[in-house]
């Protein structure tokens, strides 16, 4: 069966970084459009990054540009978020996805 798995989250200061890792297994990887989205306490999940299968297209959510990047490496299966300058508003449990699979989620908390 189809599996995501996230790491890397946890407890940063603001101005931090963190790089999330999504180890997937079960899907052709090197076909396969990967995402990230996050949902922060009481609000609704948003898309915040997309890379296409080949990862020549990017997108990011307008919130994140110029501070995540995206990226994946095919033979490893596995998709990365990299998170530059991080604020208190990306505080939320973020989530890979591809197609309809979801991850289960790894909480990302930007305190001082």
């Known amino acids: 069966q189809v599996q995501l798995v996230e790491s890397g989250g946890g407890l940063v200061q603001p101005g931090g970084s963190l790089r999330l890792s999504c180890a997937a297994s079960g899907i052709i990887f090197r076909l396969s459009a990967m995402a990230w989205y996050r949902q922060a306490p009481g609000k609704e999940r948003e898309l915040v990054a997309w890379i296409s299968s080949g990862g020549s297209t990017k997108n990011y959510a307008d919130s994140v540009k110029g501070r995540f990047t995206i990226s994946r490496d095919n033979p490893k299966n596995t998709v990365y978020l990299q998170m530059n300058s991080l604020k208190s508003e990306d505080t939320a449990v973020y989530y890979c996805?591809?197609?309809?699979?979801w991850g289960q989620g790894t909480q990302v908390t930007v305190s001082s």
């Open positions: 996805n591809t197609v309809r699979f």
